[in-house]
Nanobody, 114 residues
Framework: QVQLVESGGGLVQAGGSLRLSCAAS????????MGWYRQAPGKQRELVAT??????TNYVDSVKGRFTISRDNKNTLYLQMNSLKHEDTAVYYC?????????WGQGTQVTVSS
């Protein structure tokens, strides 16, 4: 079964750091773009960062300079989050796009206390 599994969420104080991971399992080949999205309570899901197979990255303005997205050659995706703010509190979702496929993980909660 093809799936994405996130880990690394938790509770952290403002100014702290967390590292999220997303492992792709199953018959997934040639993933083009992988990304992190987040959804805060009462808000729509928003893009946080994406990375292509070639390594090109894109970030939402609010996380530039604080978050870093990366991936390895085994389709594992990472998000290093530094200088966390209370407004970064959300459920973070991993996403993978390849061919006609668009797959989401189950989400991991990140809570930043102010």
């Amino acid at each position: 079964q093809v799936q994405l599994v996130e880990s690394g969420g938790g509770l952290v104080q403002a100014g702290g750091s967390l590292r999220l991971s997303c492992a792709a399992s199953g018959a997934i080949f040639n993933i083009n773009t992988m990304g992190w999205y987040r959804q805060a309570p009462g808000k729509q899901r928003e893009l946080v960062a994406t990375i292509t197979r070639g390594g090109s990255t894109n970030y939402v303005d609010s996380v530039k300079g604080r978050f870093t997205i990366s991936r390895d050659n085994k389709n594992t995706l990472y998000l290093q989050m530094n200088s966390l703010k209370h407004e970064d509190t959300a459920v973070y979702y991993c996403n993978a796009v390849w061919g006609y496929n668009n797959l989401w993980g189950q989400g991991t909660q990140v809570t930043v206390s102010s």
